[in-house]
């Protein structure tokens, strides 16, 4: 039997929940959503990118990703917000907290978005469309926000159907709406193919989805090795993946950056991994826990994105240790293009004591660096975290503690505003 899948996906996320907060809590009466308005973020750090737009402000050709500069030249009267990622982690956890009264099986897939396995409750809320008519306008009506809701057999055709026409939109893609509803939209909108694959597509006379589908497999898979296999599946409809209600508990730990500049030589890029790990580590140290796996991402200035991994020799929560393993995967990882954003990733995390495995070739004491990390930790805890900050970043451009909670996800001064 056909399963029933749902792709929830919130409006504009961004600025819908900073227009929302702003009407509901400080009373402000412009609805952002209804001006040509942008979230963005600081435009003299370079974190000036467009995160999320108003449909007005969509109409004049502003598109999420555009640089601050380039959508103001879209469109001039522009009003741009800055993020307040604590706002939407609130409002991202009481939107699963509804969409979890419908089915038991939720799978958030990003912040404002997620996918719902709705098989077999048609007895608690009806037929699909009617379900999902129920939810948008339970979320509508408490919330204050609008969603798009895909309804399909699987996830893929479900994520496809929630993008079609917006806001406040339910779609369905069945199997037998595929070639009427998919098959003639730009192959790029196919889930999974991106820039690279659009152009490679385009080399071979591809420009639709319909052409995806019914092009040889063999072709694509020559051409896109496993993501041609993936995309002709998808376009055909095929996708098996089911939804996983919840992601597994902690899932690690991560901190990344996007640098006020473009990284092109190692020496930099190794004080940018240095000043997130200083804050990843410190985490890690707080909650007492250490990793056992480390994890390092690149985005080039082509937003080309990489990751690489790799189990460490013993877990760790030293602030050294996993700088040196983060060192070590970069050089593996990166091939030369210019960095623009970078990440470092702790996983494998566990509370149990840390076993130290005494080396033969020993080259520093350990112990010594444990009593310095906890030092620092407590310094910074007392005084700040700038109190102290290691010689390699004194005379650097680059934040001596990048990413992490404290200084990414600070609030927006609504007072200095003026809206409070
Ligand atoms: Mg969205």
């Known amino acids: 039997m056909d399963r029933v899948i749902f792709h929830v996906d919130v409006n504009s996320a961004y600025l819908s929940w900073e227009a929302v907060y702003r009407m509901q809590h400080l009373g402000v009466r412009e609805d952002l959503r209804e001006c040509a308005s942008a979230v963005a973020g600081d435009a003299a750090l370079r974190r000036g990118i ?19 500069f380039e959508a103001r030249q879209k469109c001039p009267g522009l009003v741009l917000v800055t993020p307040n990622y604590q706002l ?5 956890a009481v939107l699963f907290g509804i969409l979890r009264t419908y089915t038991e099986c939720v799978e958030p897939y990003s912040i404002d978005e997620a996918f719902l396995d709705m098989s077999g409750t048609e007895g608690l809320w009806g037929d699909p469309l009617h379900a999902a008519q129920r939810m948008a306008q339970e979320i509508r009506e408490t919330l204050g926000f609008t969603v798009n809701i895909g309804i399909s057999s699987n996830r ?26 998919m098959w003639s939209l730009p192959a790029e909108k196919l889930f999974f193919v991106g820039n690279a694959a659009r152009r490679k597509l385009h080399l071979l006379g591809i420009r639709t989805i319909g052409e995806i589908a019914s092009a040889d497999e063999r072709l694509l898979r020559l051409h896109l090795k496993k993501q041609g296999e993936l995309i002709w599946k998808f376009a055909n409809g095929a996708d098996e993946s089911i939804v996983a209600a ?97 990440g470092v990733h702790a996983g494998r995390v566990s509370r149990e004591p840390q076993m130290h495995q005494l080396s033969f070739f020993e080259e520093r004491d350990s112990k010594k660096q444990r009593q310095l990390d906890r030092a620092v930790d407590t310094i910074r805890a ?14 650097s451009p680059i934040d001596h503690m990048a990413g992490g909670v404290s200084r990414e996800k600070r609030r927006p001064d609504y007072r200095a505003l003026g809206l409070l």
């Open 50 to 68: 467009i995160l999320a737009k108003s449909i007005p402000a969509a109409r004049c050709g502003v598109h999420t990703g555009d640089t601050v």
């Open 88 to 92: 939407y982690e609130t409002c991202s």
């Open 156 to 181: 893929v055709l479900a994520k496809m159907a929630s993008d079609f026409t917006k806001p406040d939109r339910i779609h369905t893609l069945w199997r037998e709406e595929i070639p009427e509803k």
């Open 246 to 342: 919840e992601t597994p508990p902690n899932k690690g730990y991560g901190n990344s950056t996007t640098i006020p500049f473009d990284v092109t030589d190692e020496k930099t890029a190794r004080l940018v991994l240095l000043a997130l790990c200083e804050t990843l580590a410190a985490r890690l140290r707080a909650d007492g826990v250490s990793a056992g796996l480390a994890a390092v991402a690149i985005k080039t200035e082509s937003f080309v994105c990489s990751s690489r991994q790799r189990v460490l020799p013993e877990r760790t929560d030293s602030t050294r240790e996993l700088y040196e393993a983060a060192v070590q995967i970069f050089r593996e990882l990166w091939g030369g293009e210019p960095i623009r954003h970078l």
């Open 382 to 395: 007392r005084y700040g975290m700038d109190a102290v900050k290691r010689a390699a970043l004194l005379q």
